[in-house]
């Protein structure tokens, strides 16, 4: 059994910064993906169980940064310059197994969600 909690989310203005973390993450390939309103979730940064390798999306590269500390079983997303359009519902996955990384149906676990706002 396996048990995600994210936090750090909350109300910024653009341009600022926000770190999410996922705790109780585990070891196996973690993501985190993201729901805006009337939007299906789409994929937002992965990591190896390693935390070697990481993966962005297009619309997120070179803002966010997606980090690992097995130590503390805890998964990071920190996200700089947001944007407006980053608005959502960000959701921690892990239990990855194979498939398209970017496709949240491939992934076994995920956290309650947090809500990420950021106004103009």
């Known amino acids: 059994q396996v048990q995600l909690v994210e936090s750090g989310g909350g109300l910024v203005q653009a341009g600022d910064s926000l770190r999410l973390s996922c705790a109780a993450s585990g070891r196996t390939f973690s993501g985190w993906f993201r729901q805006a309103p009337g939007k299906e979730r789409e994929f937002v940064a992965a990591?190896?169980?390693?935390?070697?390798?990481?993966y962005y999306a297009d619309s997120v590269k070179g803002r966010f940064t997606i980090s690992r500390d097995n130590a503390k079983n805890t998964v990071y997303l920190q996200m700089s310059s947001l944007k407006p359009e980053d608005t959502a519902v960000y959701y921690c996955?892990?239990?990855?197994?194979?498939?398209?990384?970017?496709?949240?149906?491939?992934?076994?676990?995920w956290g309650q969600g947090t809500q990420v706002t950021v106004s103009s």
């Open positions: 990591i190896s169980e390693s935390g070697l390798s990481t």
């Open positions: 996955s892990a239990g990855f197994r194979w498939g398209p990384y970017t496709d949240y149906h491939n992934y076994r676990y």
